[in-house]
């Protein structure tokens, strides 16, 4: 109720001050410039002002005051319609100034109420993505078309405002607990072609709730792409050093795709089993992709080395010392992953266990897996994108994420579109993934 009295208030002064001259012709009283001055500053200083961090984080809240803003400006452009039909039929006799003074004043401050929301809206929000930027930037300037794209608008920044709070209620609630404190810190694992970032995190808003519910988060830091031998190699040393760096004993590692087969090579090969307590896959083809056999053998060894020196050339620029693109993926076929099963066996006293998903259609994914979907599912049926589901499970418990409407990508596995899926909370997954290991003991 009083956020409903705000907005209504709100509105008022806005309807009240772009119709200034116009309500002044009509009731025949002059009113003074310094009222009009007055109501100008009035409503600078109710909607141009950024809000507060309240109980969500400042950003939540600058996005939400964004939408107010422009459900105000639908609600006052609507009034502001009917409003100046019956000005112009009713109020006689209008001059020139007076029609010009109204129609300025409604072009001035309507334009400014709504710019003021949008960029709020477009700065802020993480769900409306490229695609809706785009879509309303272009159909902008399309009569009521634009109404249609606002309102999409709205109501995807409306749903992200308040699953947002429910994330953050939901911490505040279990912040003393610290479900995520595990005795051993975790390690997040990337997959292949991606480096750790600090600028744009591979794992997406994951590593923040980890450590809001109380883990101890590091990364894995190896190459963009080698191979599994020498990512595995690149890994022992990093446990390693974070084992010296904060006398943590042992780690858990969580990787992603050909990250699980560099931590299994570097548990059993490479000497980092005594330092491992746990190991989770997540979307890992332990069995290999049938498709990249397949591609290998039809692309020939002059294309595939063409491509091979472009991406390390890239890699090296990167930050990558010695990139190997043809050794990472021809270590991800099914082929030589079952050379690999058979040579690299599990080391007792460690915990391995496994996670993946599936996608419903190639339309669930991105770029451009919704491209390999075809491709993987006529050669390895189900699949996320990229790996099959038959390849996915190792250890002595797999979890398969399936949804009911969209499916889940091999990258929404890793939060890397920053993507909030119906049916399935990505964040709230690790954590309680996490929290499970604390269950352990690990």
């Not at 422009?70 to 100034?97: D, G, M, Y």
């Not at 022992?236 to 760096?245: A, K, Q, S």
């Amino acid at each position: 109720m009083k956020k409903f009295a705000v907005r209504a208030g709100s509105a008022l002064l806005f309807f009240v001050t772009i119709n200034f001259y116009a309500l002044s012709v009509w009731t025949g009283r002059a009113f003074s410039g310094w009222g009009f001055v007055l109501l100008v500053l009035l409503f600078f200083a109710a909607n141009l002002r950024l809000p507060q961090k309240g109980a969500s984080s400042r950003r939540i809240e600058v996005l939400d005051s964004g939408g107010e803003l422009l459900k105000q400006f639908l609600a006052v452009t609507a009034a502001e319609i009917v409003f100046s039909i019956l000005f112009f039929v009713f109020c006689r006799p209008l001059n020139t100034a007076n029609v010009l003074l109204h129609l300025l004043s409604v072009l001035v401050l309507e334009n400014l109420l709504f710019w003021n929301g949008m960029l709020r809206v477009y700065l802020t929000s993480v769900q409306l993505g490229i695609k809706w930027r785009v879509i309303g930037a272009l159909c902008g300037w399309i009569p009521l078309v634009h109404l249609w794209a606002l309102g999409r608008i709205l109501r995807i920044t409306g749903r992200e405002v308040a699953f947002e709070r429910a994330r953050l209620e939901l911490n505040a609630v279990r912040a003393e607990n610290e479900i995520c404190a595990t005795r051993y810190p975790i390690l997040l694992v990337h997959g292949v072609f991606f480096r750790d970032s600090k600028l744009l995190d591979y794992w997406g808003r994951i590593p923040a709730e980890l450590k809001r519910n109380g883990a101890a988060v590091y990364y894995g830091g190896q190459q963009s792409a080698a191979s599994v031998a020498d990512s595995g190699a690149e890994l022992t040393e990093r446990i390693r050093e974070l084992v010296r760096e904060t006398g943590c004993e042992k780690v858990n590692l969580i990787a992603h795709s050909k990250g699980g087969l560099d931590c299994r090579y570097a548990i059993t090969h490479a000497g980092a089993g005594e330092l491992v307590a746990s190991l989770t896959t997540v979307n890992t083809p332990h069995r290999g992709c049938l498709f990249a056999d397949e591609l290998l053998g039809r692309i020939s060894a002059r294309v595939q080395n063409a491509i091979a020196r472009r991406y390390n050339r890239a890699a090296r620029l990167l930050g990558d010392r010695e990139p190997d693109f043809l050794r990472a993926v021809q270590d991800l076929t099914a082929s030589s992953c079952a050379r690999f099963n058979e040579q690299t066996p599990d080391l007792p006293g460690v915990l391995y266990q496994s996670v993946g998903s599936v996608m419903r259609r190639a339309a669930s994914g991105k770029f451009p897996l919704n491209m390999t979907y075809p491709l993987v599912r006529h050669f390895d049926g189900e699949n996320d994108g990229l790996v099959a589901v038959e390849s996915m499970p190792w250890g002595e418990a797999f979890r398969l994420v399936r949804t009911k409407k969209r499916g889940v990508s091999h990258a929404d596995m890793i939060d890397l579109n920053r993507e909030n899926i119906p049916d399935f909370d990505v964040r709230e997954f690790y954590v309680q993934l996490v929290s499970g290991l604390k269950a352990r003991g690990l």
